[in-house]
């Protein structure tokens, strides 16, 4: 068995995996999203990369077994809770995402943000 590694989160000098918000779940406009997965635990309960995203918004729905922390590094994103609520996140700040967290994520500037998800099974 080799010994665990640190895993630095370096700014990537390839493409990333793109994707867009579901069709169901758009609020405003139709974001492009790009993810890098840098790292992933052995036993699949955690990744660690980057994303990045354009302006718009979705609906998020987070199971109660996964939680989301991330650092934003460039942008803005505000996060709404169902209650009416939100929270903004800008570059030099962090945030988690708990388990169980519905509401929307609003890109207000083109952002990327390094993130940590965790997944309890």
């Avoid at 199971?63 to 800008?90: M, N, S």
């Avoid at 207000?108 to 993130?115: M, T």
Wanted: a negative charge.
């Amino acid at each position: 068995m080799t010994a665990p590694h640190i895993v630095r989160l370096d700014p990537p000098s390839t493409p990333g995996g793109v994707d867009f918000p579901r069709p169901d779940r758009l609020e405003r406009g139709n974001p492009r999203r790009e993810t890098w997965s840098l790292y992933e635990s052995a036993d699949g309960q955690m990744t660690a990369g980057i994303w990045a995203c354009e302006v718009g918004r979705w609906r998020i729905v987070f199971p109660a077994d996964k939680d989301e922390y991330f650092f934003v590094l460039e942008g803005h994103v505000r996060l709404h809770d169902l209650q009416g609520g939100f929270t903004d996140v800008r570059a030099g700040q962090g945030a988690v995402i708990p388990g169980g967290f519905e509401g929307a994520f609003e890109v207000l500037e083109p952002v990327r943000k390094h993130f940590v998800v965790v997944e309890r099974r």
